[in-house]
């Protein structure tokens, strides 16, 4: 799906700010058509935002089901023009209604989708948005979950991923305009001769009679233009969009009466013995994993952290990080996308693997993939999610390796028969850039099964910490044999850990350097790192996590998870400037 982009032809107004909102305490509302009239009873809700820790009361925190939120909007003059309205992303489910009509149902928490409302509107008149979410899980949702009842007969849902199922109108909300003969959709490819770049393009643009497409860089001047729908065409001296380097051109397109801008950046990828290149260069990731976690806000996107957070990675030296476990915000591809950050893409599909269920994520007895638990259906659900999201950030220069899922199930012959297919739906969707998945500790070399369906190695790893607990001398031992084993058995893949790092307490100090402790923290990443070093086939190290962040309670989790490099509110624990010093010799080396 395009981006919003205003133009020439197009015109947006965002409807972001507090609306009104009702928890429906026994899931009724759609039955009984609270759509049909304004909600009564309502109360504030800030929009983008997760609902569950804006309130006090444990009722809307913990509601598992149903919630509404409620606006009017006013419609902008659209005279001939279409008028639509698009979510950034609900999460997880949203039903939308425009005066009690419903225009649009889309399932998935992390992925934009938008409605035709011009029908139903007119130009300069109020209407009413009614939005019902539904923040449950299945065995047929990405991620997956399942929900029972405890003694007194309250819903309880139950997930296997480590971080807290926050819902409600995460992005942001706006109405726009466009010409009903418009462009549909755009790919950009791009490849380097020289000091030109290469730009081929694809436009979607249904009906149109004549379509056009201009480059313009950074000052709009025009560096080159071609006729039709789709082309190749050649920028001369071309600004490469580089790690640290945010160069950025738009391709400008016109179809008949519709103007759209699509950024784009001149880059390559590729995988060659071992390496990770981009433009011909090898790239070493330094980041993290992260999260779309805030306080008070949950999963709500806020430019003032994303802004925040790039300061925060850049002072530290970092240039990628990967969006896990689901697709991040638009607005954060495309400031990832300016600041020449590294991004590698990830699906929600998170906690596909029952087998790690156990007292962490409070859940176990499971078959991963079976009839009755992830099956053919949940496969489909998945292929989309993958379809969804290479269709939403394939333009994105930052974007440099799919990744399909995070710790799987892989070390059966049911996982291999999954995800087989849903590596060539990734393939498929885009033939230009890595595609991988992020392999969990038990899926060990000997026992993995799916490894050669993918092009990179992403290995999370918890030596010292999960396992070995505390005793970094076994720790490291364990993890140069693994990293043996998968060099034996995979050779000319490059291996990016995606996940190390122990929880740690900050303020949490201890002479004897125990599990924990700030002290632990640095001498755990440091054992990892030593490791790297001695591996030229490791080509990433992306800890986890950036900041604590916030899941459901247990005993393995104190107020979270505390793997954070930097705390909750995004203080730096005392590991931060040892791994500082690092990262800024490196990028010093590397030049990114
Ligand atoms: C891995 C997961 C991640 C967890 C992390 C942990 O990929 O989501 O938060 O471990 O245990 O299993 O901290």
Redesign the pocket.
Known sequence: MLALRDSLSRNSKCLDGVWDFKVDTDNSGVEERWFDKPLTDTRSMPVPASYNDITTEIEVHDHVGLVWYEREAIAPRFGDDRLLIRFGSVTHEAQVYINGKEVAYHKGGYLPFEADITDLVKDGEPFRVTVAVDNRLGWQSIPPGYITQDEAGNDQQKYW???YNYAGIHRSVHLYTRPEVHVSDVTIVTDIDGSAGVVKYDVVAEGAKNVSVRVLDAERNEVAAGEGASGELRVENAKLWAPGEGNLYTLEITADDDVYPQRFGIRTVEIKDNQFLINGKPFYFRGY?RHEDNLIRGKGHDNVMMVHDFEVMKWQGANSFRT??YPYAEEVMDYADEQGFVVIDETPA?GLNMG?GGG?FGAQGFVTFSEDTANKETQEVHANEIRDLIARDKNHPCVVIWSIA??PETNTDASREYFEPLAKVARDADPTRPVGY?N??LSTPDVEKITDFFDVIML?R?YG??FQTGHLGDAEAGLRRELDEWIKRYPGKPIIF??Y?P?TMPGLKDYFRRPWSEEFQEDNIGMFHKVFDDYPEVVGEQM??FAD?Q?TPGT?RVGG?K?GMFTRDRLPKSNAYKVRDRWLAMKEKQGN
């Open positions: 991923h480590d971080f994993g896990s476990h998170v790690i962490i995070n710790e992020v969990v500790m999370n918890y910490w999960y995606t996940e790092g929880d986890w996590n962040f899941t393995m998870n793997k």
